[in-house]
């Protein structure tokens, strides 16, 4: 069971920038679409970003033109460059499998202060 571990969020402005990182515990070469996913309070888990083995990209409306997913299957890493950032970006991030197959990591909290 291949195991996620995202790195750490942290509390930032609005107007400002992250990068978030995921390592998988195995290869993730056989896994065709990595994905970003988040959690508001008192909301729903859902997609933000979505990358295929392929380097095909497509993300949610809310993040479109400011969040960059990208993947490197030879560390097994799936990344979230996050710019712009608005308070209504602040959620949990998890990275899991689309459709979510993998085991949950723990999630990274990123706080956006207005």
């Known amino acids: 069971q291949v195991h996620l571990v995202e790195s750490e969020g942290g509390l930032v402005q609005a107007g400002g920038s992250l990068r978030l990182s995921c390592a998988a515990s195995g290869s993730i070469f056989s896994i065709n679409t990595m994905a970003w996913y988040r959690q508001a309070p008192g909301k729903l888990r859902g997609l933000a970003a979505w990358i295929t083995n392929d380097g095909t990209t497509n993300y949610a409306d809310s993040v479109k033109g400011r969040f960059t997913i990208s993947r490197d299957n030879a560390k097994n890493t799936v990344y979230l460059q996050m710019n712009t950032l608005k308070p209504e970006d602040t959620a949990v991030y998890y990275c899991?499998?689309?459709?979510?197959?993998?085991?949950w990591g723990q999630g990274t909290q990123v706080t956006v202060s207005s």
């Open positions: 899991n499998s689309v459709p979510h197959y993998l085991l």
